[in-house]
Structure formats: C-alpha cells, structure tokens
C-alpha cells in the first residue's frame, strides 16, 4: 500500500497542466531563454544609449537584471550547501521569517510574454497574464526563481493566485497564505497572525532551524535597512530629477531576487552617487518635464517593461517619479515597526507590517480601500505628480474596478488619470504609445497655462 | 502669400488642410489681413500602401487648388497614424490634441469631442478654454467604428450611404450581437435569413454601434455641448441612434471627415505665431 504522500502525489487532480513532452520542454525552454536573454541585453543597452550620463552605480543592478546570470548561479550554490529557496508570489510573504529561518526568499510572477501564450494552453486567455504567463513559465521550466524554490508561498489574494496556487501545487510544494479582505476587524488581524505562525512552524520544520528572537531580530533589522534604503531613493526622486523611472524602477524589481543586504548596500552606494549629481545640478531632463506616477497592476521584468519607456522616451516626454506597484514601491514602502523584541511584539510587527500596510486593491473596508487613496493623495502630494496612469493588465479584475474610485478621488484635486489597459504582448506597443503620448501632450499643455 | 499644413494620416484616408499663415508682418503682398487662419485648400486622397506618396500627392494637390508652391509653406503638422519617415519636416500632434483644437474652433462652446473613424473611435473632455482634460479611446475593435458600418452593409448587400436613410424608415429595431463585427456580421446574416425588413437590420446595427460609443463616452461623462467629428459623423443613421442613446444633442461641422486635418493645421498656426513674437 501506498504511503499517504505518495497518494497524495498521484492524486489526478493535482497535475492540471497538460503533459507536455521532455522534448517540447527544452525547445521552448531554449528558444524563450535564449530570446529572453537577448531582450534583457537589449533593454539594458537601450538605458545606456538614452541616456549617457546614466548613474555609474547601475552597473549593478544591470548585472542583476540578468535573472539567468550570476544571481542564479548564487542561488544554485546555496542550495548546493543545503539552504531552502522559498519562492513566493505575492509580497503578503513574510521575508523576516524567511530570512530568520536561514533560508533565501525569491519571488517567482512572470514577466514573460512568450509564457502567456503557453499559459493559454491550461485557462482560457480572460484570466490574468500574470498568472498564465506564471503557468506557462512553471510548464517549459523558465523560471530559474521558481524551478530553484524548495516551497513556495501562495497568498491567496485574489482568484487568479488562488487557482494557480492548486496549479503550481501539482509541481511544488505549496504553503498556502491567505489573508483577509478586510483589515480594520479584530478577528481578522487574529486570523492573519494564526497564518503568520503557521508559515513560520512550516519554515522551523523545513530548514530545521528555529527562529528566535536571537535569529529575527536581525533578519528585520535587515529589512528595515532595504527599506530605509528604498525611501532614501524615493526621496531624491522626489525633488531632483537626477535618475529615470525606469531606471529606478529596475533597482527596486532586482530587490525581488537579489540578497537583500547586498541590495540595500548597493541602492545606498547608488544613491551616494545620486546625492553629488545632485550638488552638481546634473538633470536628466528639463525642469518642465511632465511628472508621471504610475499605479495599477504589477509590471514584471523582464519583458513587461513596455509602459515605463513609452512615458520617458516617446514624444513629448514624461519622467516617472513615482508608482503604485507591488513590483515596485509597495514592496519596501513599509519598514516592520517594532516598540520591544519580544517574539510576540515581533511576530505582531511583521503582521502588521504586510497586512495593514499593504494597499493592494484585494482589501475593502466600509469605506473601500481608503489606504490606497490616502496613499495615492499622500504620494501625489509629496512627489508634485501631475498626471496618474492607471496600468491595467488584461484579466486583473481588482484593479480594473477599482479604477472607478480612484478616479473620482483624483478628480477631485484636480489630477488627471488615465487608464491604460493592456496585455502581455509587444503587439500594442503602438496603441499604447499613441495613448501615452496623447496623454503627456495633454499634461504639457495643461502645465503651459 | 504663406500657409501652413496640417494632415492627418488615417488608416483609409490621409486628409489635408491648407490654412493661411498671413499676418501684419508679410507686407509684399496686400492679401487682407482677416484671412489670416482661413481655409485655402483641403484634399483627402486614399493613403494605400504608400502613405508617404498619399501624402505627397494630398500636398501637391492642395497646394494646386490654393495656386502657391511648396516654398510657401510655413510648416507642416501631422496627426493620425504617424510614419517611420516623412516627406517633409513634420512636427507631430496626437489625434486627441487635433480633435480637440478643431472641434473648439467650429464649436467654442463644446466640451465633448467625440471622433468616430474608419477602425478607431474616441472622445475628449475639455474645459471652458478648450483645453483637454481627459479623453477615451476605442482602438482595439473595429465594431464601434466605421468598418462595422461597412461591413454590415456589405451583409446586408446594400450601399453603405443608403443605410442611413433606409435605417430611418425603420419603426424598431432588430437585435444584433454588437461585441465584434465577426459576430455582429453573421448575427446580420441570420436576421436577413429570417426576413427580418433591412431597415430594421440597420437601425440595429446602428443602434449596436451607438450603444458602445455612447459607452466610452460615459467614461468621460456626457458635457453638453458635444460634437461628433470624423467621417462617420456624416452618416445620419449612425447620428440618429446616438443621439437617442445619449439623450442629447449632437453636434456635426460642415466637414466632420477635415477635423484631424484642420486641429494640427491650427495648433501649426498658433505654434508659429509664438515663434515670431519674441518672449518677454
Ligand atoms: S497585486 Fe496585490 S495580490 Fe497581486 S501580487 Fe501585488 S500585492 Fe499581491
Ligand atoms: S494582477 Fe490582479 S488578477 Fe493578476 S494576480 Fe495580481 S491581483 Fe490577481
């Protein structure tokens, strides 16, 4: 007789994708690679060529940029020395813990175009890019994030996350993290801290090691620094235009597979760099320039990078000082706010840190998802954002509603927004720029008068 | 005498307005000072394969209709589809600006443009200076623009400037599947077979089309006064069901087809009227 694991394995329902042969696999695998690596070099040559004078401290993160490269190979060395890689697919997933149970957080969305298509093979094309390209990326085994993870943590935020949670379960081990759609009730800060400690039982049994405060203190320390980093970035782009959007944005999507000390040395180092062009009054454009802040769905490197470019390169020009993204800013905004280092005050902290900061539209509240509008009017504010684009990838329900009531608080201060939808797919290049540019004619004509 | 040229390139045909750029400053020749900004010319000329040729032969003939030579012109300004190379150095305006610039200029009151074109339709929301403040645009589907109009009277085997008149004699309107001109085409087809009266059909397929135009409108939000600009404009089946779907009046310049052309000729005008006076 079968084992209870065993049985668990051969359970029908767990392989959900197609089987696809050994053959099909490595052709995909190679072609989508090796053209996903050209992409890569491309896009990085194209931020050198637009700009000359790019900070020399991006050297680093174009390195990293490489998700094939050296990173993979580190990632492949410690697994080789028994570290767990615990992917993730969604920013609800505890680092600390992870970190403190001396294992390596990665997260593993896709950014593939390519993938999608594959992904059409298992759901039908309505349901998010994000996730199909996540299933078609999982089928061909692109990822080298997602093939190297020992686990993987779903959050199981929205429908999409939810499905391809049992979808990847069929191939992964899985840790289920869900979380409630409302933050402001007792019960449901209750319920999110039972998840939290699961995750961490989960991680103690997985690594065997133990996390105490001796062992997590340091881990949030760690994150507290990124984040410090983080804000001290975002707060150079805030009054001086010495870095792009995208280049920016580059910095903070490394810091989803990068060693978050490494990162946080890096992006201080980069803006050390920073803060002296700033003395030197080195601009990267006119003061006039149109200032953009982009909200909406996740853009994920490598290939769904088409928006920043289309705001910073097309005619007339926008520069992106500020988002709204989880692939983004969402990601650091937040340090981990601890009053004592007791394990409880501790563990509380970080539950909090992901739950009530989080403004990702799966929450609601009685009246709507206020944090992400106060956070929008906040940013808006502070950064001198004149004009919003709302970036709605194709399927992402959330974010598509949402638009609504975003648009009416913006409305209301006088901020123009735009709603730009699109899908995983380099054949709307030309609509969207078309759209875009319009846009920032719009906002240079209003900032004429 | 100098004029400045505005095109615009459309996914069937490439329009140009020729404007007068005369003003106090020109004194060799004794042209009246009030024509300044005035119509010389206009011409639309299929765009085909060639656009940059279309283009060519839309200035040769509007500069052949208004007597000058290419030396007279002042500056050209292009909107619509924009192309790798031009013949001519051109400055480029998004369609949205142009529509807005001219629908102003027709109507100073309006405060909702809306376009409807041969694949494309659009609509942009201004304030009392006319400025934009935001726009819609439907790119993605042909069925809420001009092609579905064409393609269902090719169904229907009628002539599409017949469809508008007969669609008027119509008391109801059938129902069609409006989400995508396949569809909407073989819904048409099951309707004819079914002998359904084809002015029925076509209100249908107007009602359909207006149903998703007043949509994208909505987004904006309905500010009288609104107009309707682009070719189909001219089609008055496609105006009566809109304005029954918005419940308000609409608006038609003269040359609806002549406003991307006429928008970037004037945001040229007004760009070299800055350029000669010298900021203080
Ligand atoms: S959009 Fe929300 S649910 Fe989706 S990955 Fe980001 S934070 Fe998680
Ligand atoms: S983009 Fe939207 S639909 Fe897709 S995974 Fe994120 S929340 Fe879910």
Redesign the interface.
Known sequence: MKNNTQQEKDHPSKKIMPETTLKEIKELNTTIKTTSEQIITQTISHLKKINPNRPQEMEYFDELANMFGKRTQELEQYKAEGKKIVGYNCIFAPLELIIAAGAVPVRINSGWYDTSKLGDRVVPVEVCSIIRSTIGAKMIELSPFLELSDVLITVLTCDGMTKLSEILGGYKKVWHLSNPRIKDSDQALKFWNEEIKQIKNNLEKLTGNKITTKTLKPAILKTQKATKAFRRLQNIRKDNAVISGQDALLVTQTFMWDDIERWTEKTNILCDELDRRIQAKEWICPPDTPRVMVTGTPMFWPDNWKLPSLIEEG?PKGILVADELCSSERLLYDPVGIDEWTMTDMLNAIGERYLMACTCPCFTSKDGNEDRINWLLTKIKDHKIQGVIYYVTRGCMLYAMEYTTVKRALDKINI?V??LDTDYTREDTG?LK??V???L??LN??ID? | MTATVGFDIGTQNTKIILLNNNNNNDDDDNDNVDNYGKVLAHAQIFSGFDPAQALKDAVAQALKTANLSQTDITSFTATGSTLETYPYPVTNVSIMSAITKAGTHWFPNAKTIIEVGAEEARAVKCDERGVMIDFVVNERCAAGAGAFIEAMARALEIKIQDMGPLALTAERASSINAACVIFGESDVVSLIHKQEPKSEIARAVYDAMADRISAMVHRIGVNPQIVIVGGVAKDVGFLTSLKRKLGVDVLTPEFPEYAGALGAALIGLSKNKTKERPKI
């Open positions: 005619t123009p735009y709603y609509q078309t759209r540019e319009a846009f004619e719009m004509t209003q008068l």
